[in-house]
């Protein structure tokens, strides 16, 4: 092994900007929503990328990517199939973690929140954004099941594109959004001598009001 393979010897000094509960700002989506900004400025791949969390019937933490495709004062919205191991765990629990990460800037924010479906209207808006291929895609997999090969799913796909012809394609009902309604939020940033700065958001109220205190690292 080579020092560039050596994981214990890795280091990184984090000389970024710092962050202080006197500077953020009072909402924290609309941290969050600087932050993002910020990971476009800085060219980070798939800026709205981040790992869900989530609880199976057997108790293990489950987690994944996904990308997160709306921001507002309710809080993240993300898609998927609705039949999905994901989306069971999400029903039964109720409750999820999300976590961004833009290593560029060397943060990352971490969201706890009670989940529900997104209205319907609002996952057939966005169904009829996506291109044709992932409309097709999304009638074709069923997501998380075990399937005999990836021929079979060519062939399932081929077979739904004909179906459709040139029809234009209305979402499945086993497939659209989820909203999650944070509780808690962590925005952490690195700092030097892994002096890293933790600002951490939390409500009583629903969101109505946000309590800010800073963690140490
Ligand atoms: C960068 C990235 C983005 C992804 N975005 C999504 C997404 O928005 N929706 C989705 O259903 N799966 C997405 N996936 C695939 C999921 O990670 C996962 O494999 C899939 O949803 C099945 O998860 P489950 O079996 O736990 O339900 C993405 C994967 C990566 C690496």
């Known amino acids: 092994m080579n020092d560039a393979d050596d994981l214990a010897s890795r280091r990184f000094e984090y000389e970024t900007l710092g962050l202080d509960v ?79 990460t833009w290593l560029q800037l060397h943060r990352q924010v971490r969201v706890l929140g009670d989940v529900q479906r997104l209205p319907e209207p609002e996952s057939d808006a966005y169904f009829a954004t996506r291109p044709r291929g992932s409309q097709i895609g999304a009638w074709s997999s069923p997501q998380s099941q075990p399937i005999p090969d990836r021929g079979w799913l060519e062939a399932r796909f081929q077979q739904m594109a004909e179906t459709f012809g040139d029809e234009a394609i209305v979402r499945p009902a086993f497939w659209g959004g989820w909203l999650l309604r944070p509780r808690l939020f962590e925005f952490w940033q690195g700092r030097p001598s892994r002096l890293h700065d933790r600002i951490a958001y939390s409500t009583d109220d629903d969101g109505a009001s946000w309590q800010i205190s800073r963690l140490a690292p």
């Not at 929503?33 to 800026?47: F, K, Q, V």
């Not at 987690?63 to 898609?79: C, H, N």
């Open 22 to 100: 006197a500077d953020v700002a009072a909402d924290p989506v609309a941290q969050w929503r600087l932050w993002y900004d910020e990971a476009i400025s800085a060219g980070c791949t798939e800026p709205n990328a981040f790992v869900l969390a989530t609880i199976d019937d057997q108790q293990w933490p489950q987690a994944r990517y996904l990308l997160v495709r709306g921001a507002d004062s309710r809080g993240f919205s993300f898609f998927t199939n609705y039949e999905s191991a994901k989306s069971q765990q999400l029903a039964v629990c109720g409750r999820a973690s999300m976590l961004f």
